[in-house]
């Protein structure tokens, strides 16, 4: 497939999400929500082979795009699958989904408290067995050393954003909540700037 072409049919996809299409954990038969959609960089490839992709996002003109762009891609396309919403409130029933995919999203909680609101969201709106992935700012390859602590979880980064960061008491939470892991945890430290974690995991209960 020439360079175009597979621009065209994958967008500008999260590298680490187009590994797990590629893997084949997310299926045309499953209802994958994209949690804090923006303008639908990661929802591309799904609204051009037919997914039942939905996404929410806060910004009401992010949706608009996401809506067009849709439209464009897919002229079947239920544009209402794109819905304006927080992760601390989406706009769905419990248990609609089969997977949820967050892509540097969560790394804007406010703090801690809510941060777990997110992910207590997340896991009501995923089914039994549904999956979850997701990439954000962590905390374990010593890029704290070089940050200030602002607080509740939060981070002044030496790239000079300043983010939640994951931590390992995080992670134990992740796990009560009622999350297992199904791959075993990366991280990339990008250029001692800051730090990326991505992760995929299964809700068990």
């Not at 639908?40 to 037919?50: H, K, L, S």
Request: with cysteine; proline share 2%.
């Amino acid at each position: 497939m020439e360079i175009n072409s597979l621009n065209r049919l994958l967008g500008n996809v999260d590298i680490y999400l187009l590994d797990q299409i590629l893997k084949g954990r997310l299926t045309k038969e499953m209802k994958i929500l994209d949690a804090g959609c923006g303008e639908g960089r990661n929802t591309v490839y799904f609204v051009n082979q037919g997914y039942q992709i939905f996404g929410i996002d806060p910004n009401e003109t992010a949706i608009q795009y996401c809506r067009y762009q849709a439209k464009s891609l897919n002229s079947n396309f239920d544009t209402h699958r794109f819905q304006v919403g927080k992760l601390e409130e989406v706009p769905f029933h419990t248990g609609a989904f089969d997977a949820v995919i967050c892509s540097a999203v969560l790394h804007f909680a406010h703090d801690v408290d809510n941060f777990r609101k997110m992910i207590s969201e997340i896991h009501r709106v995923l089914k039994p067995g549904g999956i979850f992935w997701f990439r954000m700012c962590t905390g374990f390859g010593g890029v704290l050393e070089q940050s200030k602590s602002l607080g509740s979880g939060r981070f002044h980064l030496p790239d000079g954003s300043e983010r939640f960061v994951l931590s390992s008491s995080d992670v134990d939470n992740l796990e009560k909540i009622g999350f297992k892991f199904l791959e075993t945890p990366k991280t990339v430290l990008v250029l001692g700037q800051r730090e990326m974690g991505v992760f995929l995991m299964e809700k068990v209960q």
